[in-house]
C-alpha cells in the first residue's frame, strides 16, 4: 500500500492528531491470525494511519498481544502511533475480574500495559456503562492514571447521552481530566445515536469513533434480498449473529431502500458501496476517526480509499434522507423538534 494524503484530525478535545480511519483490531488472533494481523498493520500504516484501537477483552488479551509484538518489531512506526485499548469487560471468573471500580481497572490497565509492552496507552476507554460502580470512583480512577502518565486521555463506549453528560459534568465538577471522545455503534443503518448521543457530545466537545460503520458488512454491498448469505462471510458463517442477523434486516424494507440509495451513489462516483458508507459516515457531526474493522488486505484497501472519496452535499442529502431511523412523532419526530426550537422574532 502506498502513502496517501489521508484527513487528520484532532482526537475529540484533545490536541492530539489521528488519521479519520483507525485501524480495529477485534479481529486479531481470531479471524486474522498474528501473520495476517501484522501484514495488516503493515498496510495501514503504510496507508497513512496512525490510529490503533484494541481492547483487553479482544480474543483474551490476544489482539494486544499481537499488536505489542507488532510494535516492538517497528519502533520507528510505533513512535507515531496513537494507541487505544480499552477495559470493563470480563477478564475471568471472580467478581471484581470485570467493571469499572478502581480494583478492576488497575488490574486491567496494568495488564493491558504489559500486552502491549508499552509504559502508557494513549487513549484508555470505558467499554460500557458499569450500574454498581459509582461514577465518582471512576473518574477518579481515571484522572489518577494520567496524572501518573499511564495514559494520556480517556474516553468511553456505549454509552448513553444521559451517561455521558453525568461523566462530563462530574469530571469538570471536581477539576479532574475530562473525556475526549465516545465509541458507539454508528452507520447508515443504525442512526439512533442522533436523537441524544450525537447532541450529548457536540455540547462536550467529544469526538466519536464509530464501530461497525458498515454494520456488520450490510453496508459494502454484498447481501441480495432473501438470499440467505453463505460462504467465508460473518453472516454466512453465522447468519443469527447479534444485532446484525439476516433475518431482522432482511425483512426490513428500509435495510433495502438504504442499500439501493448506497448502490446508487457508488455508481455514480465509480466506487464501492463500502466506500459510500464510510464517506458518508465520516462527514458527520462530531465524527473524529472511523473504526476499520476487517480481517483482509482486500478489505482493508478497499476501505482506506474511502478517506479520498468526496460526495457531493446533493448525494449526501440522498443518503440520508434514505437512513432516516423511523420514529414517533414525539420526543424525537417533527413534533418533539418543533417543542424544542422557537421562532428568533417570536410568534406561533
Same mark, same amino acid.
Given at each position: @500500500?502506498?502513502?496517501?494524503?489521508?484527513?487528520?484530525?484532532?482526537?475529540?478535545?484533545?490536541?492530539?492528531?489521528?488519521?479519520?480511519?483507525?485501524?480495529?483490531? @477485534?479481529?486479531?488472533?481470531?479471524?486474522?491470525?498474528?501473520?495476517?494481523?501484522?501484514?495488516?498493520?503493515?498496510?495501514?500504516?503504510?496507508?497513512?494511519? !496512525?490510529?490503533?484501537?484494541? $481492547?483487553?477483552?479482544?480474543?483474551? *488479551?490476544?489482539?494486544?498481544?499481537?499488536?505489542?509484538?507488532?510494535?516492538?518489531?517497528?519502533?520507528?512506526?510505533?513512535?507515531q502511533m496513537v494507541l487505544a485499548s480499552k477495559g470493563r469487560f470480563p477478564m475471568g471468573q471472580g467478581p471484581n475480574d470485570l467493571g469499572t471500580s478502581r480494583r478492576h481497572l488497575r488490574d486491567a490497565l496494568d495488564a493491558s500495559l504489559r500486552r502491549l509492552g508499552v509504559d502508557h496507552i494513549d487513549l484508555y476507554q470505558l467499554h460500557a456503562w458499569d450500574a454498581i460502580t459509582p461514577l465518582d470512583e471512576t473518574l477518579r480512577f481515571l484522572d489518577d492514571a494520567v496524572t501518573a502518565g499511564k495514559i494520556g486521555y480517556y474516553g468511553f463506549s456505549n454509552f448513553t447521552g444521559w451517561q455521558l453528560t453525568k461523566a462530563v459534568h462530574l469530571a469538570d465538577r471536581h477539576g479532574w481530566s475530562l473525556p475526549?471522545?465516545?465509541?458507539?455503534?454508528?452507520?447508515?443503518?443504525?442512526?439512533?445515536?442522533?436523537?441524544?448521543?450525537?447532541?450529548?457530545?457536540?455540547?462536550?466537545?467529544?469526538?466519536?469513533?464509530?464501530?461497525?460503520?458498515?454494520?456488520?458488512?450490510?453496508?459494502? *454491498?454484498?447481501?441480495?434480498?432473501?438470499?440467505?448469505?453463505?460462504?467465508?462471510?460473518?453472516?454466512?458463517?453465522?447468519?443469527?449473529?447479534?444485532?446484525? $442477523?439476516?433475518?431482522?434486516?432482511?425483512?426490513?424494507?428500509?435495510?433495502?431502500?438504504?442499500?439501493?440509495?448506497?448502490?446508487?451513489?457508488?455508481?455514480?462516483?465509480?466506487?464501492?458501496?463500502?466506500?459510500?458508507?464510510? $464517506?458518508?459516515?465520516?462527514?458527520?457531526?462530531?465524527?473524529?476517526?472511523?473504526?476499520?474493522?476487517?480481517?483482509?488486505?482486500?478489505?482493508?484497501?478497499? !476501505? @482506506?480509499?474511502?478517506?479520498?472519496?468526496?460526495?457531493?452535499?446533493?448525494?449526501?442529502?440522498?443518503?440520508?434522507? $434514505?437512513?432516516?431511523?423511523? @420514529?414517533?412523532? #414525539?420526543? #424525537?419526530?417533527?413534533?418533539?423538534?418543533?417543542?424544542?426550537?422557537?421562532?428568533?422574532?417570536?410568534?406561533?
Amino acid at each position: @500500500m502506498t502513502q496517501v494524503d489521508l484527513t487528520y484530525r484532532t482526537l475529540g478535545r484533545s490536541g492530539t492528531v489521528v488519521s479519520a480511519q483507525a485501524l480495529g483490531t @477485534m479481529t486479531f488472533g481470531a479471524e486474522a491470525d498474528e501473520a495476517t494481523s501484522h501484514s495488516l498493520l503493515d498496510a495501514y500504516v503504510a496507508g497513512g494511519g !496512525n490510529f490503533i484501537d484494541t $481492547a483487553d477483552v479482544y480474543t483474551a *488479551g490476544t489482539s494486544e498481544e499481537i499488536i505489542g509484538r507488532w510494535l516492538a518489531s517497528h519502533p520507528t512506526e510505533a513512535r507515531q502511533m496513537v494507541l487505544a485499548s480499552k477495559g470493563r469487560f470480563p477478564m475471568g471468573q471472580g467478581p471484581n475480574d470485570l467493571g469499572t471500580s478502581r480494583r478492576h481497572l488497575r488490574d486491567a490497565l496494568d495488564a493491558s500495559l504489559r500486552r502491549l509492552g508499552v509504559d502508557h496507552i494513549d487513549l484508555y476507554q470505558l467499554h460500557a456503562w458499569d450500574a454498581i460502580t459509582p461514577l465518582d470512583e471512576t473518574l477518579r480512577f481515571l484522572d489518577d492514571a494520567v496524572t501518573a502518565g499511564k495514559i494520556g486521555y480517556y474516553g468511553f463506549s456505549n454509552f448513553t447521552g444521559w451517561q455521558l453528560t453525568k461523566a462530563v459534568h462530574l469530571a469538570d465538577r471536581h477539576g479532574w481530566s475530562l473525556p475526549v471522545t465516545l465509541q458507539p455503534q454508528y452507520n447508515l443503518l443504525v442512526r439512533g445515536i442522533e436523537h441524544e448521543i450525537v447532541p450529548a457530545a457536540l455540547d462536550a466537545g467529544i469526538g466519536l469513533l464509530p464501530w461497525s460503520p458498515l454494520g456488520g458488512g450490510w453496508l459494502s *454491498g454484498k447481501y441480495r434480498r432473501d438470499e440467505s448469505p453463505t460462504g467465508s462471510t460473518r453472516l454466512g458463517e453465522n447468519p443469527e449473529r447479534g444485532m446484525e $442477523a439476516w433475518e431482522k434486516r432482511n425483512a426490513d424494507d428500509r435495510t433495502w431502500r438504504i442499500l439501493d440509495a448506497v448502490s446508487a451513489v457508488a455508481e455514480e462516483q465509480g466506487a464501492s458501496a463500502s466506500q459510500v458508507s464510510l $464517506a458518508w459516515l465520516t462527514a458527520q457531526p462530531a465524527v473524529t476517526s472511523v473504526i476499520l474493522g476487517v480481517r483482509t488486505f482486500e478489505q482493508l484497501r478497499d !476501505n @482506506m480509499a474511502a478517506d479520498s472519496l468526496e460526495l457531493s452535499t446533493e448525494q449526501l442529502d440522498r443518503l440520508t434522507l $434514505a437512513s432516516a431511523p423511523e @420514529m414517533e412523532d #414525539y420526543p #424525537y419526530g417533527t413534533a418533539g423538534i418543533q417543542q424544542r426550537h422557537r421562532k428568533l422574532g417570536g410568534g406561533r
